[in-house]
């Protein structure tokens, strides 16, 4: 049973990176695809990209593209999320969740979830 | 970008009530839907996918129904663990996309 760990809450400054990580535990990455929702506070959910573990590949929203990179490291079945040039409506809670098979699939399971606070 | 529209926003009901709720895409997306639930601080759980197809361990009196543009998931018997917000989302297209959720609360 796949597992999804995330990396602890952050506080940032306006203009400033952050770079949220989730680990697999419980299996490995084959097959799977690791996308990336946030969700402000009281907010709904928004997808914000995905990337594939085992190749590297990665496809980010259009809303997204330039301010975010999505990595992986594979030794350590952990991929990561960097979001640039921070705004204060960029505080959110930052989700990594799987979907195996193709990217375009339901996500299960979710990880626990990053609240990361953009104020200066 | 296909949009999601759920109703109603908010629901109050009680335990025991049949309730339904409703999401419909602006294009048709298939049976490319899932549902999920989220309780405050906690992630987003999947319940439906394929719009139909429940998820492994989780219980029978949820069922999802729909294609095309309009889909719907039905609690057949209101229990006190289902109080929470439900969200759908579409897999057809990118970007994938989110309803902005209904929240289920006790009446």
């Known amino acids: 049973q796949v597992q999804l760990v995330q990396s602890g809450a952050e506080a940032k400054k306006p203009g400033a990176s952050v770079k949220v990580s989730c680990k697999a535990t419980g299996n490995t990455f084959t097959g799977d695809y690791m996308h990336w929702v946030r969700q402000a506070p009281g907010q709904g959910l928004e997808w914000m990209g995905w990337?594939?573990?085992?190749?590297?590949?990665?496809k980010y929203a259009q809303k997204f593209q330039g301010r975010v990179t999505m990595t992986r490291d594979t030794s350590i079945s952990t991929v990561y999320m960097e979001l640039s040039r921070l705004r204060s409506d960029d505080t959110a809670f930052y989700y990594c969740a799987r979907s195996t098979v193709s990217p375009l699939f339901w996500f299960d399971p979710w990880g626990q979830g990053t609240l990361v606070n953009v104020s200066s | 970008d296909i949009q999601m529209t759920q109703s109603p926003s908010t629901l109050s009901a009680s335990v025991g009530d049949r309730v339904t709720i409703t999401c419909r895409a602006s294009?048709?997306?298939?049976?490319?839907l899932a549902w999920y639930q989220q309780k405050p601080g906690k992630a987003p759980k999947l319940l439906m996918y394929?719009?139909?197809s429940l998820e492994s361990g989780v219980p029978s009196r949820f069922s999802g129904s729909g294609s095309g543009t309009e889909f719907t998931l039905t609690i057949s018997s209101l229990q006190p663990d289902d109080f929470a917000t439900y969200y759908c989302?579409?897999?057809?297209?990118?970007?994938?996309?989110f309803g902005l959720g209904t929240r289920l609360e006790i009446k």
């Open positions: 990337i594939n573990p085992n190749s590297g590949g990665t």
């Open positions: 394929k719009a139909s």
């Open positions: 294009q048709s997306i298939y049976s490319w």
């Open positions: 989302q579409q897999y057809n297209g990118y970007p994938i996309t």
